[in-house]
């Protein structure tokens, strides 16, 4: 199942490996775009995917931002980090169960010693599943690092209260 969750990332993994690769001198100020999820083909994005997954049409309504900050300094090593903030009410229409989840904190996307990293820290439950920090590696995936409370799998949440 936390592979299945991993899709949300693959997004942000791809952006990172091109940002990794570009920019301008170091030192400059990071550039910062903010990305609202109150948006109706996102929400139609994820309702679908969780159709799928869950195995019954669930409709979703997303509300928050995605602040991201690109970092062209390479002294630091840190490429990005994605500020968020978001609220997710899931619903099976056809029972009228409802369920929510809430979601805050930053993901750092970093490189060291010539691997990449995404740090992930705050209630990050449709992501790594954790309150707390992970790190990941992103060129295997492994979990580095852990520490907090586990949630549970997102997809797996959404469909047990809806289903």
């Known amino acids: 199942m936390r592979l299945r969750t991993t899709r949300f990332l693959c997004a942000g993994a791809a952006l990172f490996a091109v940002l990794a690769l ?41 509300e928050g931002r995605i602040t991201v900050l690109v970092f062209e300094d390479a002294v630091s090593g840190v490429v990005e980090r994605d500020i968020y903030e978001a609220k997710y009410t899931f619903t099976n229409p056809e ?3 409802v369920f929510s989840l809430h979601d805050a904190g930053p993901d750092t996307w970093f490189v060291r010693d010539g691997t990449r990293f995404l740090a992930s820290s705050g209630r990050s439950t449709t ?9 990941r590696d992103l060129a295997t995936g492994e979990r580095v690092f852990e520490a907090g409370k586990p949630t549970g799998d997102f997809v797996e949440r959404v469909c047990d209260a809806l289903t």
Do not use: H, K, M
Request: contains cysteine; negative net charge.
């Open 22 to 62: 570009a920019g301008p001198a170091a030192g400059a100020q990071p550039s910062r775009e903010v990305f609202d999820l109150d948006s109706p083909v996102f929400e139609a994005d994820v309702a679908a995917f969780l159709t799928e997954e869950c195995g019954t049409e669930i409709e979703a309504d997303l």
């Open 95 to 97: 029972t009228g169960a």
């Open 127 to 135: 992501g790594t599943g954790v309150i707390g920090r992970v790190v």
